[in-house]
C-alpha cells in the first residue's frame, strides 16, 4: 500500500475537519475561534494541492473530497457565521436567513469550477475561499469591535444581506479573477504577475495601518480580500473598455 499518495487526501481531510470545527464554534457564539479554524481550513487547503504536486499523488477522488471539504469550511461555515451575527440583533427574524444563501451560491461555484476548463490557472468568478475570508473575518471583527464603524453598519437590517447577496454574485460571475498562488512558470513583468505583487503590496499597507491605528488583525484580512475584488472588478472594467 502506497501510503504517499494519501498524504494530500489526509491534508484536505484535515481542512474538512477544521470547517467542521468551525461550525460548532459559530453556534457557541465564539467567532474568534471559528474564524481561526476558517483560516487553519485556508492553509490545509493550500497545501493539500501544494502536497499533490509535490509527490505526484492527483487522483479524481482527491479532487471530489477537495471540493466536498471545501463547500464546509468555505460555504456552510461563512454562511453560518454571517447568520449567527444577525441573529445576534435579530433574533429569529427571517432576515437572519437571507446570509446562507452564500452557502448555496459556494455549492455552485464549486461544481462550476470542477467542470470549468478556463480556471487552471486563474479563477472566473470569486473563489470560494476569498469569499468566506470576508465573511469570517467581517464576523470576528465586529464582534471584538463594538464601538467601530463596521459593528454599526452589521447592526441594521440590510447590510449583510445586501453584502450576502453581492458576494453570492460574484461567486458565480464571469469576472476574471486572478489566483494568489506564485508558480514557477509564472513570468515576470505580465500583467498576472504583476496584480499578484500589487495585491501583496496591499496587505503589506493593510498591516501598517492597523499596526498604526491599533485594530484588531483580523482588519488585515477584510481589507486586503475586499482590496482583492475591487482590483478584479476594476481590471475587467478596464479590459472591457479597450
Known sequence: MNIVKHIPNTVTSMNLLCGVMGVIYTFSGDFRTAFIFMMAAAVCDFCD???ARLLKAYSE????????????????LPSLMTYKLMSVTYGDSYICLIPLIIAVFSALRLAKFNIDERQSDNF???????CAMICGSFAYYVTNDPGSVLHSWASTAYFIPAASVVLSILLVSEIPMFSMKFKKKAKRGTPIHRQRVSFFGVIFVA???????GLNWSFIILVSFVAYIVMNIGIALLFKQK
Not at 66 to 73: E, G, K, P, T
Open 207 to 213: 498591516i501598517i495601518l492597523t499596526i498604526l491605528l
Open 124 to 130: 472566473i468568478g470569486l473563489a470560494t475561499p476569498a
Open 61 to 76: 477522488l482527491g479532487k471530489e473530497l477537495d471540493s466536498l471539504a471545501d463547500m464546509v469550511s468555505f460555504g456552510v
Open 49 to 51: 494541492g501544494f502536497c
